[in-house]
């Protein structure tokens, strides 16, 4: 089964990346990783994501300011958002953005694919 959608991981914490596309990949669909915001944008698979999964805090960029970044340059990705610290205000400035949700690490897995479904519900009329 291929839904030919590729979801982009991105997470300092490379254990973390490995198990997330293992579970999207079991799903159908196509995992591309990265060990950082920045690794992200200066990838050439960028043009071809069609949802995110990404830590919120990260060195470098964290993923709110790569959510603000993308939004600037017009890409409406859904995202969704994943952080061992899930303050509430945090979650209602990512919600607030356009975030389909905030998961607390660690998460259960029928969660995840629960926001991926939600997020690529929203988009699979597009690809």
């Known amino acids: 089964m291929s ?3 590729r979801i982009a991981i991105i997470d300092d914490d490379e254990a973390v ?5 293992s579970l999207v990949r079991s799903l159908g669909y196509d995992a591309s990783t990265f060990a950082s915001a920045t690794d992200f944008l200066q990838s050439s698979a960028r043009g071809e994501v069609a949802c995110l ?3 919120v805090e990260m060195p470098g960029m964290s993923g709110v300011e790569l959510q603000a970044h993308l939004q ?4 409406t990705l859904p995202i969704i958002f ?3 610290f899930p303050a509430e ?13 905030l998961l607390r690490k660690p998460f259960d897995g029928a969660v995840l694919i629960g926001c991926l479904e939600k997020a690529l519900g929203n988009v699979s009329g597009s690809y």
Request: with cysteine; hydrophobic share 40%.
């Open 3 to 5: 839904h030919d959608l």
């Open 17 to 21: 990346r490995t198990a997330i596309a």
């Open 53 to 55: 999964i990404t830590d």
């Open 72 to 75: 600037k340059c017009g890409e």
């Open 82 to 84: 994943i952080t061992a």
């Open 89 to 101: 205000r945090l979650q209602r400035k990512v919600r607030a953005a356009g975030a389909v949700d």
